[in-house]
């Protein structure tokens, strides 16, 4: 290698690396040529209409996938979007979860065999990954997503939430997923939350309260996900202090029916107790000296009333 730069650097130089570059060219220009006629004539838009087929059947939630486009080193579409599913009852008819600029880059299959998707979602990143040979795992991570622009969040009832997103997951049985031997995806989901608030309107109206402002400087979470989703923890540090536990029953027909049994163990800080002195009765059958340790449980959709712990 060295030898032929080397020889290529000398007084004929200039001429010797115009030759090799034209040779070179000549070399290769029908690859060129076969590559840019492909790419021209790429079924991008039949392929997003079998893509988004399939995911959608697999899935049961709705997707709308634009034209691929085929690029010298990826594959990527300008927009994914998944709409409402049927049984998310409910819930107007929207697109609640937009990915734009996505892309499959083709250098991750060349070295590792691995694929890799990337893009933009609502003002963070989204990135996954797989064994293109086993597909055993799907790696799921996502940051600075700022949940107040998700239009799922948005669509929550008499509730504002905002904050900063970033999470990571692993699928372990994203092989069994695709093929439709398992209906919920099992394995860990970790992240936190950033600079989050939450206000609450129409909710405590029949009472003629205000419940005031929460704010949070970290929510960090841990989760088995399958059909028992098991949730670790929730530590909660700001307007309240503590964590939550507890588990939810995913019903497959009736995902609003499934069944939570929800352990909350938080304290006020000092400036939040004066806001919610309002509450002070209510709260009290819920307290432990300063702690408020409460049990939550019922359905999605219809939740009990709340029941103290044990102090």
């Keep these: 290698m060295v030898s032929i730069f080397s020889k290529l650097i000398n007084a004929n130089g200039i001429s010797e690396i115009k030759l090799y570059i034209i040779n070179r060219i000549k070399y290769y220009r029908g690859d060129f040529l076969a590559f840019w006629g492909f790419k021209h004539n790429f079924p991008g838009k039949s392929i997003a209409n079998a893509v988004q087929v399939r995911l959608s059947t697999q899935t049961g939630i709705p997707f709308e996938i634009e034209a691929f486009e085929l690029g010298w080193l990826k594959v990527s579409t300008p927009e994914i979007a998944l709409r409402t599913p049927k049984w998310l009852v409910r819930t107007p008819d929207i697109r609640l979860l937009i990915l734009e600029n996505v892309e499959a880059p083709f250098t991750p299959i060349f070295i590792s065999g691995k694929a890799k998707i990337l893009g933009q979602l609502h003002g963070g990143t989204i990135e996954a990954s797989t064994d293109l040979q086993s597909q055993k795992i799907l790696d799921i991570s996502l940051a600075g997503v700022q949940i107040e622009q998700v239009p799922l969040i948005a669509a929550v009832p008499y509730a504002f939430v905002s904050g900063s997103l970033s999470l990571s997951a692993q699928i372990e049985n994203f092989n069994a997923l695709q093929k439709q031997k398992a209906q919920f995806p099992e394995g860990n989901l970790q992240g936190k939350?950033?600079?989050?608030?939450?206000?609450?309107?129409?909710?405590?109206?029949?009472?003629?309260?205000?419940?005031?402002?929460?704010?949070?400087?970290?929510?960090?979470?841990?989760?088995?996900?399958?059909?028992?989703?098991?949730?670790?923890?929730?530590?909660?540090?700001?307007?309240?202090?503590?964590?939550?536990?507890?588990?939810?029953?995913?019903?497959?027909?009736?995902?609003?029916?499934?069944?939570?049994?929800?352990?909350?163990?938080?304290?006020?800080?000092?400036?939040?107790?004066?806001?919610?002195?309002?509450?002070?009765?209510?709260?009290?059958?819920?307290?432990?000296?300063?702690?408020?340790?409460?049990?939550?449980?019922?359905?999605?959709?219809?939740?009990?009333f709340p029941t103290r712990n044990k102090c």
Excluded: H, W
């Design 193 to 304: 939350l950033n600079d989050s608030q939450i206000r609450i309107s129409g909710g405590t109206a029949l009472l003629d309260l205000q419940f005031p402002e929460l704010t949070f400087s970290e929510v960090l979470f841990d989760l088995q996900l399958g059909p028992l989703i098991a949730i670790k923890k929730i530590q909660l540090k700001g307007s309240l202090e503590g964590t939550i536990e507890g588990t939810i029953q995913l019903d497959e027909k009736r995902p609003q029916m499934s069944l939570i049994d929800l352990n909350f163990e938080l304290t006020p800080s000092p400036e939040f107790k004066k806001e919610i002195s309002n509450f002070s009765t209510i709260l009290r059958s819920f307290q432990c000296g300063e702690t408020i340790k409460i049990n939550l449980k019922g359905t999605l959709n219809r939740l009990n």
